[in-house]
């Protein structure tokens, strides 16, 4: 029994606690050195993307070997069908080719369940140092990075167009995988029922009441999302209007001040 074990003998997960903690520290610490290569050159911005590919897709293989492995792989758990599931994938697809349809996507769908999983995690017993915790914030927070590497790295960013798609691919990837859930006894995406740990679905009503109510609160967390964007905007809108306006007071300045002089001379 020891880091990939399926009996963990260990101190099971807590949120909140400090290996949690932690792990949101380092991902905010990645984040930030990757900062700092926003300027470079075409070559290393290649370089990260490939390896952030590599690392986030090599991370979600081993998950899968180890549940085959342990003998815990079915279809119930491990089909690719749970949000972060499909926005590991999606999520690297969209490195390799700087889409910004996938972009859109990964941003609104992809990053809000990634940050949900990492406010509350759901990986039962397993904690620190159990590679199940590795392998969930490796995962999670890698898709987190990768939208936010495309946003202050390569220059991409989300439209009011880009969430009103995100909410109609949401929608109907709820209405697939909700069908797929009731046909085989799965819970992908909780929309069959909510998870037996802590999460913000306790607050909503029981099922079947709550699957409406979650498109509600993706629709809320789309717009928080995209709200630093949309009043960036219209701050800069007021600012070009402020300098047009200006600039044409001041050209109009020496035009009466022309003027003037005319009537005086007359």
């Excluded at 099971?12 to 610490?29: E, G, K, N, Q, Y």
């Excluded at 949309?230 to 600012?239: F, N």
């Amino acid at each position: 029994m020891g880091f990939f074990s399926v009996a963990w003998p260990g101190a099971p997960f807590v949120t909140m606690s400090a290996p949690h903690l932690a792990a949101l520290a380092s991902l905010v610490l990645l984040n930030v050195v990757l900062s700092r290569f926003a300027r470079s050159s075409e070559t290393t911005k290649q370089r990260i993307r490939i390896g952030l590919v590599a690392v986030l897709w090599t991370n979600e293989v081993i998950w899968h070997l180890w549940l085959m492995r342990s003998g815990t792989w079915d279809l119930q758990h491990a089909l690719p069908l749970e949000l972060c599931s499909i926005f590991v994938w999606a999520g690297g697809l969209m490195l390799l080719t700087r889409s910004t349809w996938l972009y859109d996507l990964t941003y609104f769908l992809g990053a809000a369940g990634a940050l949900q999983a990492l406010a509350t995690p759901n990986i039962g017993v397993y904690g620190f140092p159990h590679y199940r915790y590795w392998a969930f914030f490796i995962s999670h927070g890698l898709i987190v990075t990768t939208v936010a590497w495309m946003t202050y790295g390569e220059g991409h960013r989300p439209t009011r167009r880009s969430l009103l798609r995100s909410v109609v691919v949401g929608a109907l990837l709820m209405g697939v995988v909700l069908v797929i859930d009731l046909a085989i006894g799965a819970d992908y995406m909780f929309l069959a029922h909510k998870p037996e740990t802590a999460s913000l679905l306790d607050a909503l009503p029981p099922w079947p009441v709550y699957l409406p109510w979650l498109l509600v609160v993706g629709v809320l967390m789309f717009a928080v999302m995209y709200t630093p964007w949309e009043v960036a905007d219209r701050l800069r809108s007021r600012r070009d209007r402020s300098l047009v306006a200006s600039s044409e007071s001041n050209t109009a300045a020496p035009v009466v001040g022309a003027a003037t002089k005319t009537r005086s001379a007359r």
